[in-house]
């Protein structure tokens, strides 16, 4: 049943808890797994991982994603397997296990976007549960009960029944023989060729009762039950010897629910339940094998099977029908109507041993589509009843009383309805599911103790709130700031100096209290860059693992923390660097052996905090950087000239693997080598105010380090004037002010250049740049105000008409006509309510 | 009271938990011909279910839930 929304859904509080929680489930699965490769055998890490994906599997359980379960099941038997010792832990089983947690994601991806799970990944979830079941050691060759062995612990108490069943399905089908004709007809009744049944035993444990369990319950509720039992597990005792807390019970129950729903539904009691499928045929074989002779003709005759009930439901159904061919609006749906209620009366015909009538059905349908009406079919249905009842009630005089009545919720009306309701909208010959209808009232919500995840006490809130206090705080700080004027406006102009001292009183109150708030705020955006270091592990064994290479990775610092935006920026250059390092750094153990390295290679990636900045290192101890062939690569591809070849020196030349479009690895391969790289890293750390220095020794290895800011909330600034107007310079790109009398300014063809410590330094006045037709201003002793900055590479003097102080400020990015203003990074609110622009240096040079 | 005890006769009423087991099982083993009314019965836990069985209690009435009484009959008919 497709149901593409029309509108987008309603959000689902427990879709996206359960979308959260998954998350955090696969990255601690992922973290556990590569744990687990370091000590195979430590119980209590795969009892925790077993953990994990179990509770996955269960999560996925609430909602209708049978792929996600069928693998997560699959690797859910698989590490029980492990943890019993019954399979053992592999490379081989963690690459699977990896590969499926993939896909999990992936999923959880689509989910995320649009409640889903497309149709066409069902192959692919098959893929991936069978390549897990292939690492299962084969107790049971048979597919149809492989995962009975998933089963752990066998309970004593239905060992026998259970054994029966683990033989294979055939062992099944004695056990059919236990289903009453009439509950089996009926049963055959619902079912469409080619759907699989499935015989559970269920035997519940002798201490049962004491855990809260009411086996009898759990039976009825079971999803698409057909049919069922109860039988003594174990031979009754006298009355007067019998306890009553301590279950000798057992059940047998035949359902058509998918096999996911039913190991759901019983996944608190895996080691009790049996579940063994049964392909619906059989209910017919089963049928003819095991009636005896002498009852041939009875399950040939059909009317045998009937009970009250099913006239009653029959009767029913019919009733509907008719109600529906009677009405005479004409929607849209009316042909989907129409066929609905033609499969409902073939249906019914056949559950009643009449198989000629479907064409008949088909007939009227076809006339009733074509002329719109529907007199045929009411036709056909008024005779068929009038039929019906008369050899009904002739076949029912001379019938036995039943010996028991079937428990077919199919026969009792309630399940008809559902059926017809399904497949109302379904169109004609859609699947219709009635155990999947039934399914949904019945999912267990309730979870146990033992499911409840350990996590850190953090709340999880939205950025959009955590960037909404940032905001508010940074409009407190501007009003704030605008206490001092007020405070100096009410002794200058109105002349009331005790009313400036006690504004000037509050503000300083008031001023603390911003300042700590503004670093509670920030803090609260602060993260370990554990978030980005996290993935490393993997990705390094990955890697190393298709380089052929092997590796050591040694993360230090993890609990250096940032601002949130800067370490999720960090995530990409870092995955780049880490790869090149794989790739083109560390030599492969044979390479190593013969330098006389140890044949592992170490990768240290390090973070550390060094005043307001975050400093992280990732050296490898490979082959380092050649800085004549990297002087070579570059030459060819015509980013050095010919003389640069000659006079750059090696830490230049190793400093051009920044430069666009260079690759030194001689085969492109899917790792690196496609020239884009280092110069994205660079870009991407120079986005968010960073530095990226590279150090290399030939033979030794490479050392690369990024200098990040802690936080890009509070960019400091330094005001500058030019032609009267206020504007901010960050401080990351101003190296020193100076004041430069004109005497010492030369022009050099077009440009005015100064000489300052020993070098040259060209000199652009801000003014110029930015349009503004004025010379830039000089002080009494005729000295000119030089802002250096660097920009880029290169360093720069800005002629200005004066520095004021340093300030912090937030500062809010243009929108709208605005934005493509490229002259300017952003704006900032001063304390007098002033707009200051920040000026983009390396876009005005 | 789920279970409403008359000098020989147990009424079942709604659902019947697995506190009334005890009391059921002293209750049955005085009375070897008791009859057990279960027709306004909903659902009766696996304990009582089990007693009833042991007991070989003789059912007067069926419960009215059809469902429910697919599932007793045959485990609490006598003389099968």
């Not at chain 1, 060992?159 to 683990?166: T, Y």
Request: proline residues 5%; hydrophobic residues 45%.
């Amino acid at each position: 049943m497709n149901s593409e929304p029309m509108n987008p859904l309603p959000p689902n509080p427990l879709l996206e808890q359960f979308l959260s929680e998954s998350a955090d489930l696969l990255e601690a699965t992922a973290k556990k797994l590569m744990q687990l490769e370091d000590s195979p055998d430590d119980q209590g890490i795969l009892n925790e991982l077993f953990r994990c994906v179990h509770t996955l599997k269960g999560n996925s359980g609430l909602f209708t994603f049978p792929e996600m379960t069928r693998v997560l099941h699959a690797g859910e038997d698989l590490l029980g397997m492990v943890r019993s010792g019954r399979a053992v832990y592999s490379r081989e089983l963690a690459d699977r296990l990896l590969d499926a947690m993939d896909y999990v994601g992936l999923l959880l991806g689509e989910i995320e976007a649009t409640e889903r799970i497309d149709a066409s990944r069902a192959l692919e979830s098959q893929r991936l549960a069978e390549a897990l079941r292939k690492l299962m050691p084969s107790l049971l060759s048979n597919g149809d009960t492989a995962t009975a062995a998933g089963f752990q612990g066998a309970s004593s108490i239905a060992a026998d029944a259970r054994n029966s069943l683990a033989d294979g399905p055939g062992a099944v089908l004695p056990q059919l023989a236990a289903i009453p004709d009439a509950a089996r007809k009926s049963a055959l009744a619902q079912c469409r060729d080619g759907d699989q049944l499935f015989w559970i035993a269920y035997r519940p444990q002798r201490e049962c009762f004491f855990h809260g369990d009411d086996p009898l319950n759990s039976a009825r509720h079971t999803p698409g039950l057909m049919w069922g039992r109860v039988l003594a597990a174990e031979p009754l005792p006298s009355l007067a010897e019998l306890d009553t807390y301590s279950c000798l019970l057992g059940f047998d129950l035949l359902s058509n629910a998918p096999r996911e729903e039913l190991d759901q539904y019983y996944r608190y009691l895996p080691e009790q339940v049996e579940i063994a499928a049964v392909p619906a045929q059989w209910l017919a074989k089963g049928q003819r094998e095991m009636s005896g002779p002498g009852n041939a003709s009875l399950a040939a005759d059909p009317s045998r099977a009937r009970s009250e009930d099913d006239e009653a439901s029959f009767n029913r159904i019919l009733a509907a029908q008719r109600q529906i061919l009677l009405l005479d609006d004409r929607p849209a749906w009316h042909a989907g109507r129409l066929k609905a209620v033609a499969e409902v009366l073939a249906n019914l015909s056949q559950a009643d041993g009449e198989t000629s009538a479907r064409t008949d059905i088909q007939a009227a349908l076809a006339e009733a589509l074509t002329s719109s009406h529907n007199t045929l079919l009411l036709a056909w249905l008024d005779t068929w009843t009038a039929t019906w009842i008369a050899t009904w009630r002739a076949a029912s005089k001379t019938m036995q009383p039943e010996a028991s009545l079937p428990c077919v919720r199919g026969a009792d009306g309630r399940i008809a309805t559902a059926q017809t309701e399904g497949t109302a909208d379904a169109g004609p010959f859609a699947e219709s599911d009635p155990g999947k209808v039934r399914a949904d009232d019945q999912i267990k919500f309730g979870r146990r103790a033992e499911d409840s995840i350990t996590g850190p006490k953090s709340l999880k809130v939205d950025q959009a709130k955590v960037d909404r206090l940032m905001n508010l705080i940074g409009e407190l700080v501007v009003s704030k700031n605008a206490l001092p004027y007020l405070a100096q406006r009410a002794e200058s102009q109105f002349g009331v100096r005790e009313l400036s001292r006690e504004i000037k009183g509050q503000y300083s109150t008031i001023n603390r209290i911003a300042d700590e708030m503004q670093d509670a705020i920030m803090q609260v955006r602060m993260m370990a860059v554990s978030f980005v270091f996290q993935r490393f592990p993997r990705l390094v064994r990955d890697i190393s693992r298709k380089l052929g290479k092997e590796v050591q990775l040694v993360l230090e610092g993890e609990q250096t923390e940032a601002d949130k935006n800067i370490i999720e920026s960090l995530a990409d250059p870092l995955i780049h660097i880490v790869r090149n390092s794989l790739d083109h750094g560390l030599e492969t153990p044979e390479v190593r052996l013969a330098a006389g390295k140890p044949a592992t290679g170490k990768l240290t990636i390090r973070a550390a905090q060094e005043a307001d900045r975050v400093v992280i290192e990732i050296v490898d101890d490979g082959k380092g950087i050649d800085p004549a062939v990297i002087k070579q690569k570059a030459y060819e591809k015509g980013i050095i000239d010919e003389a640069a070849l000659e006079r750059i020196g090696d830490q230049e030349a190793i400093n051009l693997i920044f430069a666009a479009g260079l690759s030194t690895a001689a085969v492109v391969s899917d790792l690196s080598g496609r020239g884009v790289g280092m110069d994205v890293v660079r870009s991407a750390v120079e986005k968010i105010n960073g530095t990226v220095v590279i150090e290399s020794v030939l033979g030794n290895g490479t050392s690369i380090r990024i200098s990040l800011p802690l936080s890009m909330a509070v960019t400091q600034v330094m005001i500058i004037e030019s032609d009267g107007q206020l504007f901010g310079v960050p401080m990351d790109n101003v190296v020193e002010t100076v004041r430069v009398p004109k005497t010492l300014i030369h022009t050099i063809k077009q440009s005015q250049t100064a000489v300052l410590r020993g070098r040259v330094i060209p000199l652009k006045s801000l003014n110029t740049l930015l349009g503004i037709p004025a010379a830039p201003r000089s002080n009494s002793d005729d000295e000119l105000a030089v802002l250096l900055v660097h920009a880029g590479s290169a360093e720069l003097g800005l002629l200005v008409d004066g520095f004021q102080e340093t300030m912090g400020v937030i500062q809010k990015p243009f929108n709208g006509l605005l934005s493509g203003l490229s002259a300017y990074s952003g704006s900032a609110l001063m304390g007098n309510g002033s707009v200051l622009m920040i000026l983009n240096i390396r876009e005005i040079v | 009271m789920p279970i409403e005890f008359k000098k020989n006769r147990a009424l079942f009423r709604d659902e019947v938990s697995v506190e009334e087991a005890e009391g059921l099982l002293e209750w049955l083993q005085t009375r070897s011909t008791a009859k057990v009314d279960l027709s306004a019965l909903s659902h009766l836990h696996t304990a009582n279910l089990q007693v009833l069985m042991t007991a070989m209690a003789n059912i007067s009435s069926w419960p009215k839930d059809a469902e429910l009484r697919a599932w007793l009959e045959p485990a609490l008919k006598r003389g099968e």
